[in-house]
């Protein structure tokens, strides 16, 4: 009995040792589930907040435009975005284009500080910090010219007069750095401006032939037209920055002087100079053509400082920016400096458009003499009847800087249709808190009034002034609607309670009326 007991067992064993040899190694194995690859539409990864980090992990360098559904100027760059990654599909595979609607991607905008749309960013071996900024580029063309120049060599290394008038023949603009040596810091500067100027080629050279027969004595860079040198830069150490020679060379992609119409206005707001000096003139008024000569003459002077604009008052379309500038047909001709910056205006004291005057006031903007223009409404005699008060610029920072007060204020243009819509909310966050004293919810129009306090940001903006002593400000920018204004409004003031006060939800629903900050309208800073 036991013999056959034991027969078994060893058959058993057998059966099973010949069954797992016949097994192989990649059975053994549990077969993992292939991820599928991210979809593409047009050559342009479909990015969301979900594959985004795959992506970057996926990829040596990615091209990433952060858009919004409903934006024109969005989809308009879509189209040369799809054409720059088809293009690049097989010369350039380890480059890669995504798209990302960041619609309702309120955390993504904050940690890419993404305030304009559409905005462009370029990772890099798959960090996700500290992207690089594709500022101004519009182009297919000009979007692989600049990703090639971040991968690769920035510029074209010219050895003899024939390739340097290749270069300069290529296009209608051209720049070359002639130098006496390759391996100098005004080399270095020169070389990190042509990757943020993809619109001409960039050349450079230390040939003493190429040198002499353009008759260039030290290290200059020089932008030809059509052929023809228009400006030479004497290049120092140190003197010049990356920055300074994007402006500079960024401005002959226009014309001296550029009339603001639809078709210019986004090109004049891509190149990176912060002060705008605008004439605002009748184009077809017998004056004109004397007026336009001499805002010319004035502006070859500050080219790469202060960009020339030019903004025909007979043309309706031109409403908005008459409005913005509070500019009226009594007004005209005007002149006016903006930093785009701060946005600060600046009126020009003399009324004649003389090339003198416009030199004058210019050099007086640039040393920090020039007086800001702060225009205001006048204060409404119902402004604080509603549950949102009306602050203007005249009642603005007797109203917001308040220590015993906590104001919580929406930015708004009346022309915006955002703004319109948002308006209906937030009178109903003012119904919502109107009985607490502590608490007050305003609305300001920033067309009609300039605050140079707060930082701006594009309309509809909020900003909440916290009670207490000391100057605060916090930038809300979360969703949109009662019930998160609301939270916002809650949370912070529980942030900013002094220690041993009592829970704020409960203090503004019992207590906060107890005081009472008496405003009068006849005060005034």
Known sequence: MKNHVFFFLLLLFLTAFLAADSISPSETKSKKPKIPKIKKENNVLL????????????????????????????????????????????EAPRIQFGKIDVTHQHDLRKEFNIREFPTVKFFVDGRREDPIDCKGVRQASAFITWVKRRTGPSTIL????????????????????????????????????????????????????????????????????????????????GRQNKLDLTRLIKTFTLDLVTEYNLETSVKIFDIP????IVLFTPMNSETFNVIYENYKSAAAEFRGKIMFVL????????????????ITEVDVPAVRILNLTSDAKYKMPADEVTVENLKEFCHSYLNGKAKLHL???????????MPVKVLVGKNFNRIVFNKTTTVFVMFYAPWSYDCRKLLQIWDKLGEQYESHKDI????????????L???????????LFPAGPGYQEVAYDGEHTLEAFAEFLEEQ??????????????GIKEDLSQKETVITEKEEL
């Open 453 to 463: 306090s707060v930082g701006l940001g594009r309309y509809p903006f909020f900003r």
């Open 273 to 276: 100079v912060e002060n705008h």
């Open 158 to 237: 010219i050895n003899s007069i024939e390739q340097a008038e290749a270069i300069i023949h290529a296009d209608d603009l051209a720049v070359i750095g002639f130098f006496k040596e390759l391996d100098d810091d005004s080399m270095e500067v020169f070389s990190e401006t042509a990757r943020d100027v993809p619109e001409m080629p960039f050349g450079m050279t230390a040939s003493k032939d190429v040198c002499a027969n353009y008759g260039i004595h030290k290290n200059t860079l020089v932008v030809f037209e059509k052929g023809k040198p228009v400006h030479n830069e004497i290049l120092e150490d």
């Open 440 to 451: 007050i919810i305003a609305k300001i129009d920033v067309t009609a009034n300039d605050i």
């Open 375 to 385: 225009p205001s409404e006048e204060i409404p005699e119902d402004w604080e009847k």
């Open 311 to 326: 903004v025909n008052t007979n043309e309706t379309k031109n409403g908005r920016v008459f409005e913005y500038f509070r």
């Open 47 to 90: 990015l969301k907040k979900s594959n985004f980090d795959r992506a970057l992990k996926e990829t040596k360098y990615l091209l990433v435009e952060f858009y919004v559904s409903l934006s024109q100027s969005s989809q308009n760059l879509s189209e040369e975005f799809a054409e720059a990654a088809r293009q690049l599909k097989k």
């Open 493 to 506: 003031i529980k942030a900013n309670m002094e220690p041993g006060e009592r829970d704020p939800l409960g």
